[in-house]
Structures are given as C-alpha cells and as structure tokens.
C-alpha cells in the first residue's frame, strides 16, 4: 500500500481537510466575539447578518455556532439557495418542519407563523434561521425577511434570522433601496482576513489536529503561505496541504519558504503538476 504524507509525518488526523470536527476547528479573537454576538442573537430572537470575503471561515463559524446550539432550546432551519424566490424560502422552511407549504406566498408565510408560535408555546423552543449564500438573493426576496420579522404588529419577531454572505451582500445592503430592510438589522457582523500571527496558530492548531508534536513549517515558510493567501482560511489549507504533499515526495522534514514557493508557483497559478 503506497505511503501518504499523513504516514511520512506521522500524523493521526489529516491537518486541513475541510471536514474537520467543529470543536476542532481555529477559533480567532474575531471568530470568538461573533459567535458570541451570533449566540446572543439567538437567544433574544433578533435579526443578524454575517459578512466575510470569499475562504475567510464563514462556513466555519456557521459550523461551530449551530453544533453550539442546545436542541432541548433551540430548532434550527438551514436554508442554502442562490435562486431562492420568498414562495421557496416558506416552502424551504415548512419542508423542514414537516409541514406541506400552501401554493399561495402569504397562505405559506401564516402556516410559517402558525408552527412557529406552536413551537415556542408548546415545544418551548426559540427558532433560529440560518440562510446561507444571501449575496445572491434579489430584492425580492430580502424584503420578504422584513415582512416576515413583522409579527404582531411589529411588537416581537416569531425568530431569529441569521443572513450569511459574501461582502457583497454587505455592499447591497447600503444601497438607499434597501434602507428598510438595513433598518431592521439587529446585529452586523464582519469577519476580518486572518494576521500573520493568526495565520502561524490556525496552521500550528491544525497541525495539534492531526496529532503533530513539532512544527513542520518553518517562520519564513508561514511569512510566505501569509502573503500569498491573504490569510484567507480556504488558501491556507490549499497551501499547507499542497507543501506537506510535496515535502513528502520529496522526502524533507519540513515545509520552508523554498517550498512554498514553489507550489504556489507551479501548483496553485499555473506550471507544471506536482
């Protein structure tokens, strides 16, 4: 059976795949305080939205903050969809409670309130709505969040909504058409790139993760994954993952600038394959 570099470098776990456990998973300073803020609007039913560029750990933070909720408190609904119309979103989430949406936008939105009120009254238990991709939802769409929020005369909101999306969504939301909906807006996260201290123990964090007891990178190696990634998670699992594989065939202890280098050349923009 041919060898792998998790054998080579004698790890338990492979470092940065992207099925990592949540409890796993590098928590930032940054990444802490929003899943705080995150919790909190959970917990007082409010109206939030997460913001990140492309690879910064949204889907990260997602994880961690959902398998944080307690399912004796809380009934989470998930909703992934970039051409999700307002029917959809109703059906979307009746779906998931079991419930057969009517055809009909405003009939589905009242089944919608109906089990809700059903599930905080009965069950005891808060909803929190987490719809993902919300950069490529139309105007539509995002409107129907705000009428859906007005509940009983605007005196309480029947859930938690939690928007997550690309920077984009952050740059349409301060458009003057969308002022109503920016107004309802309870709480505004933005998770920030990675520094190049937060980039050394995110790979030294995976690196634990996989059962390493020495460091495999060396400071110049992480000075360049740094720079080419803009400490952005996504490239610098791509990065790190790539070096170990070709540190491995090439039978080196460790990953140095050298290295990095060269994969980001040849591998990650173009050359030849590794």
């Excluded at 969040?145 to 999306?165: A, H, K, Q, T, W």
Aim: charged content about 30%; aromatic content about 10%.
């Amino acid at each position: 059976m041919m060898e792998m570099y998790e054998e080579f470098f004698k790890m338990a776990n492979t470092p940065f795949a992207r099925n990592l456990p949540p409890k796993s998973l590098y928590e930032s300073s940054a990444v802490s305080e929003i899943l705080g803020r995150l919790t909190y609007a959970a917990d007082r039913q409010l109206f939030a939205v997460l913001t990140a560029d492309a690879g910064c750990g949204k889907s990260t933070i997602i994880r961690k903050f959902t398998k944080s909720l307690d399912g004796d408190t809380y009934l989470l609904l998930y909703l992934s969809d970039s051409k999700l119309t307002p029917r959809w979103f109703y059906k979307g989430l009746l779906d998931q409670l079991g419930i057969d949406a009517r055809f009909y936008r405003g009939d589905a939105k009242r089944q919608l309130h109906k089990e809700i009120e059903i599930i905080r009254g009965v069950q005891q238990k808060k909803v929190v709505c987490v719809l993902d991709e919300a950069h490529l939802l139309d105007k539509e769409t995002l409107e129907e969040f705000r009428f859906l929020l007005n509940f009983r005369y605007d005196s309480m909101s029947p859930m938690s909504l939690i928007l997550v999306g690309q920077s984009e969504l952050l740059d349409k939301l301060k458009l003057q058409r969308y002022d109503a909906i920016r107004q309802r807006i309870d709480m505004m996260c933005i998770l920030p790139h990675l520094d190049r201290a937060q980039t050394q123990e995110y790979i030294k964090s995976h690196l634990e993760y996989a059962g390493c007891t020495h460091e495999l990178f060396t400071d110049k190696a992480v000075d360049e994954i740094y720079r080419t990634s803009h400490g952005t998670m996504r490239m610098i699992n791509r990065i790190s993952e790539k070096c170990l594989m070709y540190a491995y065939q090439q039978r080196k202890p460790l990953v140095d600038d050298h290295t990095v280098r060269f994969v980001v050349e040849n591998e990650l923009f173009g050359g030849t394959s590794i």
